[in-house]
């Protein structure tokens, strides 16, 4: 069974910039896994942010970012502010129909 | 505009079964696939199913596998998980998502099952 990984935490400061990452238990993350990205702050619906590696949602603005790094899908966040202060969640399409969550990166801004 | 609305949580004793909702409206609910994916309590997302934009092929998460069935019906424009044989676990919230380039674009506001006798 295929682990998609995600830091548990991560911290930033005002104005920062932070990069958060999705791997894999085994093997690298690639564009062919079509990652996507979700910002997700407590009661809260999941807000889409990236999907397709790199193609922003509507509405988000350009200080996110998403890109393949090494071996692991990343999310970079430029210029952090307040209320960027969320969880934030990676999927992978895994093929045959399946998607694959990972475990969330609780993101701090201070 | 592009909007998900789920129904018929609730609180299902183990083994009985729950149907939920997912109505969309302001997009072509037919050119789209779409998915459930849950949060139990204090948890992270959790991808359950999708089904394909013409719902003619369906793919499940192992946990839910041969328990939990989605569908949709074009002509009301709404996406349906029928829960069977819930267990104590199945306890989340679900929501559906639309499907973009294998990714998910718009959410619902989600609806909370408790499975619980």
């Known amino acids: 069974q295929t682990v998609v990984t995600q830091e548990p935490s991560f911290s930033v400061s005002p104005g920062g910039t932070v990069t958060l990452t999705c791997g894999l238990s085994?093997?690298?993350?690639?564009?062919?896994?079509?990652p996507s990205w979700y910002q997700q702050t407590p009661g809260q619906a999941p807000r889409t942010l990236i999907y397709?590696?790199?193609t922003r949602s509507s509405g988000v603005p350009d200080r996110f970012a998403g890109s393949i790094l090494g071996n692991k899908a990343a999310l970079t966040i430029t210029g952090a502010q307040a209320h960027d202060e969320s969880d934030y969640y990676c999927?992978?399409?895994?093929?045959?129909?399946?998607?694959?969550f990972g475990g969330g990166t609780k993101l701090t801004v201070l | 505009q592009v909007q998900l609305v789920e129904s018929g949580g609730g609180v299902v004793q183990p083994g009985r079964s729950l149907r939920l909702s997912c109505a969309a409206s302001?997009?072509?609910?037919?050119?789209?696939?779409m998915h459930w994916v849950r949060q139990a309590p204090g948890k992270g997302l959790e991808w359950v199913a999708v089904?394909?934009?013409?719902?003619?092929?369906?793919h499940y998460a192992d946990f839910v596998k041969g328990r939990f069935i989605i569908s949709r019906d074009i002509s009301k424009n709404t996406l349906y998980l029928q829960m069977n044989s819930p267990r104590a676990e199945d306890t989340a919230v679900y929501y559906c998502?639309?499907?973009?380039?294998?990714?998910?674009?718009?959410w619902g506001q989600g609806t909370t099952v408790t499975v619980s006798s």
């Open positions: 998502a639309r499907d973009v380039n294998f990714g998910m674009d718009v």
């Open positions: 302001g997009f072509t609910f037919s050119g789209y696939g």
């Open positions: 089904i394909r934009h013409d719902g003619t092929k369906e």
């Open positions: 085994s093997g690298s993350v690639s564009t062919n896994y079509y």
């Open positions: 397709d590696t790199n």
């Open positions: 999927v992978l399409y895994m093929g045959s129909g399946i998607w694959v």
